[in-house]
């Protein structure tokens, strides 16, 4: 249910950042989501600066990096893409993290399936925008590094703290949203603050507490479910179409997400172990 959320929160952020994309420039809309949900984190959370050790202080920055990235890559793509489509190629990196982590044939059937169910989601065929997919691909590398750092820095800290740095840093990393900001009108801010805490501040927040729960590995397969989200938001929201290829798919990924997470076996422990 948390990734669930979070997949919803990313990817209706997506569709109400991407009329904010032909003003103010994918890189500023990215930039100032990650400033405001910084902002939104810092002052719920007050993060502990002091007292951590340079181990801690790596895994939060490259924490921050990878959803820097992440940001700005996945809305170069659906800048560029069908969202449902974005949010497959977005998929691809978790994917990886989940195949890597198999200790069985049988535990690489899910992912297969998953994988499966993203290929028919995404209807491949028709002109290709391969600068759109270079960015879904970028975002992808950045998600499955966003998942393996998530549960480093969630084991090396008891709270949110080291998620609220996190971001903080992402923010820093991502400057484009200073001089965006005379740009911005008033009705524009409201889009730029619901994106930065549906899509960031809350999502990032699920997703970092699932896995603590779960551990990556199941969290990177239930990852799956944004190109299912994404595809019904696009249906919904701007206007795509839904054919049964696609219906068939979302059957496939939530039933490979399903089968994975009773995999797992035991119930989560509180360390982040599964």
């Known amino acids: 249910m948390l990734v669930l959320v979070s997949c919803l929160g990313v990817q209706t952020s997506a569709a109400l950042s991407s009329g904010l994309f032909g003003a103010l420039s994918v890189p500023a809309v990215a930039g100032l989501r990650q400033a405001t949900a910084a902002l939104v984190l810092c002052v719920l959370v007050r993060p502990r600066v002091r007292g951590r050790g340079r181990g801690e202080w790596a895994g939060i920055l490259a924490y921050g990096s990878a959803m820097a990235g992440m940001n700005v890559a996945f809305y170069g793509a659906v800048d560029r893409l069908p969202l449902g489509v974005a949010a497959a190629l977005l998929f691809l ?111 990032f927040t699920l997703d970092f507490t699932a896995v603590r729960l779960a551990g990556a590995t199941v969290v990177a397969v239930l990852f799956a479910l944004d190109p299912v989200v994404g595809t019904l938001v696009g249906v919904i929201a701007l206007g795509e179409g839904l054919p049964p290829s696609a219906l068939a798919g979302i059957t496939l990924i939530v039933a490979s997400g399903a089968a994975v997470t009773w995999r797992a076996g035991t119930p989560p422990s509180a360390d982040g172990n599964a």
């Open 93 to 203: 990196g978790p994917f990886a993290v989940a195949v890597s982590s198999v200790r069985t044939r049988r535990d690489a059937l899910f992912p297969l399936v998953g994988l499966v169910g993203v290929v028919l989601v995404t209807r491949p065929g028709g002109s290709v925008e391969w600068l759109g997919i270079g960015f879904g691909l970028l975002s992808a590398l950045a998600l499955a590094l966003y998942t393996v750092f998530a549960q480093r820095v969630g084991r090396a800290d008891a709270g949110l703290h080291g998620l609220g740095l996190s971001v903080a840093v992402s923010a820093v990393l991502l400057p484009f949203s200073g001089p965006a900001v005379p740009r911005v009108e008033a009705g524009q801010w409201v889009l730029v603050g619901l994106s930065g805490v549906l899509g960031v501040a809350l999502a």
